[in-house]
């Protein structure tokens, strides 16, 4: 889906429309001047449409602000390279300020009205209408232009973003341009990693248009896209002194009869993520099931009663909690019994919709030791209507781990990770074939594995993110939750080497 990305980002940090203002202010006071950051702008998209598509009849449809001044620059690029160029400005060129005024000037073909645009006329359409000054829904003529393009089958290539879509927003209550190709400057922004309007942006490029070192200085806690050279991984080498206690151990709490699938998903994510010694506790009614289908991972029966006692027991390193739990008030207590002691745990599933009722007693009980694993819908459960309320997952996510005072991991095409300090990082590193039945509950255990091995929760939940997210791209069509275990290792093994290879040309200073 990011097909491409990680050759063209220059940079793991997502940037709001304000944060690119104040970059773009930055850069100006450093000496680039404006006209010079439009120029690059407006030349790494027009690199980009040539670098995919032989000259064919192009429209550029030009805003009213400096979106369009970068159409403007366009339309000179690809009309220099030999391109047939036809412009078509929503409003009058004559109106047009600064920058985009002075790039308006340096086009010498004719400017046409928006209104005269008729997209069969061409073979590639360049949606330069509106950027990151979008104050409004699309209406009169963008909305016909934006419509007209969705009906037609030519390349539609957005600059910045698709017309329509806000770049802080994740979605948009009115129409908005359908883009093959959308080319952003500097960094991506919220609007390029979100459903739908992600949907919207096709192919994204993120294009260095030259704002100097320093332009994060005062800008606070960025979020960030996990990338492979920030995660941590276990140490899966070959030293012989390593005891199996000394790997991490992790124990997973399991449901009632007939429903230990879930926890038995996730006992053995943990043991193939590296912890080295798995034990699912079971309610003596499902002792036998979980025992008769589980190999390397131990089971221990436990008492209705005594949920902080068992955990006292076994000392667990981590402990997951709640795929296929069952929803009842033992659970609820088993909860919160184990956030008392103090013990890392992820809460995933039933952990998490169980406290549908009461989120407050929940959150009066969390710390930053523990990590919840919502999808949207059990997201939702906890913290009603703070996903609508959101510009993005990434702001409901980060508003959710302060509330609750917990890590949040909420799942989706793009998963944010959000620590109650107000970190927040998103993982895009995912195979759309981790889609599938318990690939959740190989996820928390995952986590689990990671935390008992002694990484911190948060960075814990970033790099299984990412290390599930390669685990999917082993996965063979048709894959399964059981598939995607069998392929934990060979993720473990590449992500690995691909590490070490990044960390010697880093020794190396390339
Ligand atoms: N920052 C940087 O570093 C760089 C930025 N660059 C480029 O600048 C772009 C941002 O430019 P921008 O701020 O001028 O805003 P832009 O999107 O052109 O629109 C503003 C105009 O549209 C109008 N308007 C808004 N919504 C409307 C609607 N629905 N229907 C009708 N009108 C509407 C709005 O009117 P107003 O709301 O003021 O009434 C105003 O007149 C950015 O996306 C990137 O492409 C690059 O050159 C590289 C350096
Ligand atoms: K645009």
């Known amino acids: 889906m990011f097909k491409n990305m990680a050759a063209t980002m ?3 940090e997502v940037l709001d429309c304000a944060g690119m203002t104040r970059a773009d202010a930055f850069a ?17 998209v027009a690199h980009a449409i040539m670098a995919r598509w032989a000259p064919r009849p192009a429209a550029i449809l030009c805003g009213p602000g400096n979106n369009g001044g970068d ?13 047939p160029v036809t412009v078509f400005s929503l409003g009058d060129v004559a109106a047009l300020k600064g920058d985009a005024a002075h790039m308006a000037g340096l086009w010498t073909g004719a400017v046409k009205s928006l209104d005269s645009f ?4 061409f073979a590639l359409v360049v949606d330069a209408l509106f950027g990151a000054g979008l104050s409004r829904l699309l209406d009169g003529m963008a909305l016909k232009a934006s419509r007209s393009l969705a009906e037609r089958d030519c390349a539609v290539v957005a600059v910045d973003v698709p017309s329509g879509v806000n770049g802080d927003e994740s979605g948009s209550e009115g ?6 190709l959308t080319v952003t400057f500097h960094r991506l922004k919220p609007a390029h990693l979100f459903h739908p309007a992600r949907a919207a942006c096709g192919e994204i490029i993120v294009v260095d248009i030259g704002i100097p070192d320093g332009w994060r200085q005062g800008a606070g806690a960025l979020p960030e896209i996990v990338q492979l050279p920030g995660i941590t991984l276990p140490d899966t080498g070959h030293d012989r002194a390593v005891h199996k206690h000394g790997k991490g151990r992790l124990c997973v709490l399991a449901g009632p009869p007939g429903a230990t699938g879930a926890a038995r998903l996730s006992a053995m994510a943990g ?14 009614a499902s002792l036998m099931e979980a025992a008769s289908a589980s190999l390397a991972v131990m089971t221990k029966s436990i008492r209705e009663d005594d949920f902080a006692d068992t955990l006292s027991l076994h000392r667990p390193g981590a402990l ?8 009842n008030e033992t659970l609820k207590a088993r909860v919160l019994a184990a956030l008392s002691t103090g013990v890392q745990a992820v809460l995933d599933a039933d952990a998490l919709s169980v406290f549908a009722d009461d989120p407050k007693a929940l959150f009066a009980a969390l710390h930053d030791r523990a990590v919840l694993t919502p999808h949207t819908g059990e997201f939702e459960r906890l913290f009603p209507g703070l996903l609508d309320a959101s510009a993005s997952p990434l702001e409901a996510a980060r508003a959710g781990s302060q509330q609750s005072g917990a890590n949040v991991l909420l799942k989706g095409p793009a998963t944010v990770i959000a620590h109650p300090d107000g970190r927040v990082a998103v993982n895009i590193h995912a195979s759309g074939r ?3 039945a318990g690939s959740g509950d190989v996820l928390a255990g995952i986590i689990g594995a990671l935390m008992a091995q002694g990484i911190a929760p948060f960075q814990a939940a970033r790099s299984a993110a990412f290390l599930h997210g390669e685990a999917g791209y082993h996965l063979p069509p048709g894959g399964t939750a059981e598939d995607l275990l069998a392929v934990i290792p060979a993720a473990l093994e590449s992500l690995g080497r691909e590490q070490e290879r990044l960390l010697t040309l880093n020794r190396l200073g390339r």
């Open 10 to 12: 220059p940079g793991p």
């Open 28 to 44: 100006v006071r450093q000496g680039v001047a404006s006209l010079t950051l439009m120029e690059r702008a407006g030349a790494g």
């Open 71 to 83: 159409g403007y620059v366009i339309a000179r690029l690809l009309r220099d390279a030999g391109w």
């Open 118 to 121: 008729k997209t069969e006329r």
């Open 175 to 180: 129409a908005c341009v359908k883009a093959d």
């Open 271 to 284: 043991l193939k993520a590296g912890a080295g010694l798995v034990t699912l506790l079971c309610p003596p």
């Open 320 to 327: 997951v909690i709640g795929p296929g739990a069952g929803l």
């Open 434 to 436: 981790l889609a599938t």
